[in-house]
């Protein structure tokens, strides 16, 4: 459990667990659907005093609501209609009407970006290097990935597999990848390879992040890092990418997702275990269920 010292540090992280933005999102979707709005920034500048909704009081909405005008923008769908650019399903991957389909995708994409920020404000005081460190000798897997994306593993110097085989199989598949004559998992040091996905860092047992500093457990390219590294380890999962169901459209191929409505929760890390509570609050303010699982061991 985190020290009295650290849990005040992350007071900033459980502040905003306590209230979360997507309540105030939804609110304004609504008043912007109903009223006589042409687009968000004009009821953004209608916003001018305290708002309630939930249980919650937004002192300045507007101000709050900004930082998310880009995640809001399908709302506008309905005044300013456009081609159609993805496919959600309901969790029983049936059809939803067009607001449902939308909020799902708005859902996600705010849930994103303000758990990006909570986690960065808990994460720093923990101290921890759960995520940035291979299994441990007790641990049953024999490595951890992090997936990256093609501009992203510049970010990290190490050995680089991308080779026809490699960009043929993927990281789980039941014959592994060798390389010179082992399976990839059992290398000594940390690799890059272009699955058939993308590319990940493999962190084999005994390995660490090649920008972990040993010393201090920050990291030296914190500013710049990966995004999958800023979203540790509460994790928004409202829709869930459903390839096998994409479609074509006019020529282009349209993403399928499900709604899940879902906020996952990873329990190996500290300060997930310290505000289990906490959590549990903020998604059940955002009309999501809260899962909470166990990823290491």
Not at 78 to 84: D, I, S, T
Not at 128 to 143: H, K, S, T, V
Request: net charge negative; with cysteine.
């Amino acid at each position: 459990m985190l020290s009295r010292q650290q849990i005040e540090q992350c007071r900033a992280g459980t502040d905003r667990l306590a209230q979360p933005i997507l309540p105030l999102v939804r609110l304004a979707g609504m008043l912007y659907l109903t009223g006589p709005f042409n687009r968000l920034p004009d009821l953004f500048a209608e916003l001018n005093e305290p708002v309630e909704t939930g249980g919650i009081t937004y002192d300045r909405p507007a101000d709050l609501l900004r930082p998310y005008l880009e995640d809001m923008a399908p709302y506008e769908r309905f005044k300013h209609p456009q081609a159609p650019s993805r496919i959600i399903l309901s969790s029983q991957r049936t059809g939803l009407d067009q607001f449902e389909a939308l909020d799902g995708w708005v859902t996600q994409n705010v849930l994103i970006r303000e758990l990006e920020e909570i986690n960065s404000l808990l994460c720093g005081p923990c101290n921890c290097r759960l995520c940035c460190i291979g299994p441990e000798e007790n641990m049953a897997q024999d490595f951890f990935e992090i997936p990256l994306s093609a501009q992203e593993k510049s970010f990290f110097q190490l050995t680089e597999i991308n080779n026809t085989t490699s960009r043929q199989t993927s990281s789980e598949s039941e014959t592994p990848l060798m390389i010179q004559g082992h399976p990839f998992y059992l290398s000594n040091d940390p690799l890059l390879v272009h699955w058939q996905q993308g590319w990940s860092m493999i962190l084999p047992r005994r390995s660490s992040c090649p920008n972990l500093e040993q010393d201090s457990g920050g990291c030296t390219i914190y500013r710049k890092r990966p995004d999958v590294c800023r979203r540790p380890q509460i994790f928004a999962y409202a829709l869930e990418r459903l390839a096998e169901l994409d479609q074509e459209y006019e020529g282009r191929r349209l993403p399928a997702f499900c709604r899940r409505d879902t906020i996952l929760a990873i329990w190996d890390c500290p300060y997930v275990k310290q505000f289990q509570e906490e959590i549990g609050v903020y998604a059940q303010l955002c009309g999501m269920e809260p899962i909470f699982k166990e990823n290491k061991g």
